[in-house]
């Protein structure tokens, strides 16, 4: 599946000592911070956006995104082991060159993640599929994401480069796996022995099937694709294959046909494996 990395379009903190003012400049906003400094008065968080249905860059139309993960480089932590990193969908529109501490949009009060980091100079990689999946459809609006860290205690900050630091390869980005296509959900079936047949995959209006093998047996497991197209039920013969004892396989099928399935002409008598299947369409 293709993979496509987004920098923030939007990306900077703000902090409660300094309320009033805005950190989106070339010195003071290389940096993105959260949590406290001096005291749980002294608080920095950051906000960051991502647009992932930009027309030159975004994932097409009538896509699937299967995961998206929001990565992170941290090059400041004052309290490993306990700070912490918290994430929250913005309401409401911010400007990065405008927003202070004290015209911070508001935020959902449903944490998307918490993580402690244990290091001072890590990478941290946040699975955020859920949210960005909303983005992409328009279930959610895309207001960007808070990032808050711990705010109740001395020396909790947390520092990140942001897209104004000098070297890109450290800026915040969000990594996208997406496939041309809507994915049906998954069938899964566990079968013994052979000859054996998974489920008729109804493939109107789709353009191609997947089944993903696991076969744990002490056996190869064989077989081939079988297409029904009118009163015709055919192996086709560009499919066959063969997945090795203790392995697992992917097996994909396109074309025009009315339904296919996956025919088991080889495997262990007595010991079972798993297949699940997906369609695609375009």
Do not use: C
Request: aromatic share 10%; hydrophobic share 40%; charged share 10%.
């Amino acid at each position: 599946m293709p993979v496509t990395v987004f920098n923030p379009i939007q990306d900077v903190y703000i902090s409660s000592a300094y309320p009033n003012q805005n950190f989106a400049n070339a010195t003071q906003g290389n940096v993105l911070f959260i949590g406290t400094f001096t005291g749980a008065a002294d608080i920095y968080r950051s906000l960051l956006q991502f647009d992932v249905v930009d027309a030159n860059h975004g994932i097409p139309p009538n896509s699937t995104i299967s995961e998206a993960n929001l990565v992170l480089h941290i090059y400041r932590n004052d309290n490993p082991g306990t700070a912490q990193v918290n994430g929250f969908r913005l309401l409401d529109f911010f400007h990065q060159k405008k927003v202070t501490f004290n015209t911070a949009p508001e935020n959902s009060s449903i944490n998307l993640f918490s993580i402690v980091p244990s290091g001072a100079a890590q990478i941290l990689d946040i699975n955020i599929t859920s949210l960005v999946q909303g983005w992409y459809s328009g279930a959610i609006p895309n207001n960007g994401i808070l990032l808050e860290g711990l705010e109740n205690a001395n020396d909790n900050i947390i520092g990140f480069r942001s897209t104004r630091f000098d070297d890109s390869s450290f800026w915040p980005s969000l990594s996208v796996t997406w496939a041309k296509g809507t994915l049906s959900a998954p069938i899964s079936e566990t079968l013994s022995g052979a000859p054996k047949f998974t489920t008729f995959v109804n493939m109107a209006g789709k353009e191609q099937a997947t089944w993903l093998i696991y076969n744990p047996t002490t056996t190869a497991l064989t077989g081939v694709v079988q297409v029904v197209q009118g009163n015709l039920l055919i192996n086709d013969p560009n499919t066959v294959f063969t997945v090795p004892a203790a392995g697992n396989g992917v097996v994909y099928f396109t074309g025009a046909v009315d339904s296919a399935r996956l025919a088991i002409t080889a495997a262990s008598a007595t010991d079972t494996y798993t297949i699940s299947v997906e369609t695609r369409d375009e």
